[in-house]
Each structure stands twice: as C-alpha cells, then as structure tokens.
C-alpha cells in the first residue's frame, strides 16, 4: 500500500503552502519532483476542502481513502 500525506504546513515553511510526501508500502519516503508534489497536494486540497489542513492526512493510493485522525473520509467533491 502507497500513501501520500497532505497538508497546508510543510516542514521548512511557516506560512500556508501546500505540501506532500509519498510514502511507499514498507513506509519509505519515495521521492516526488516538485511539481508533481504540489500537484497532487493541491488536488487533495481542493477534494476536501472543509478538513483542517494544517496538520498531515494520509490518502491511500490504491482505494483513493483519506484518512483524518481515527476516520476514514470517503470521496469528497
């Protein structure tokens, strides 16, 4: 299982910036060019819009899943 995490607060910024990170199925980091990072994030973002982004969400690439906390939120817009 992929996953990549989302949110608005990467590590290096202190301002509201999208932000990802892919992580493989043993939890490896897998490395994202720039663009394709900001891509995705963005999209995230703007599924589900209405979740606190300011701290990470895990999306599961193989059943298109983002998970907020202990829920599992289903498919947004």
Known sequence: MATIHASLRG???????????????????IDLNRTTARVAARWI????????????????????TLTRSDLAAGRGR
């Open 45 to 64: 973002l703007w599924v589900w819009p209405a979740l606190d982004w300011n701290r990470p969400h895990p999306f599961d690439l193989a059943t298109a």
């Open 11 to 29: 590590p290096w910024q202190s301002w509201p910036h999208p932000h990802l990170i892919g992580k493989d199925a043993a939890g490896q980091t």
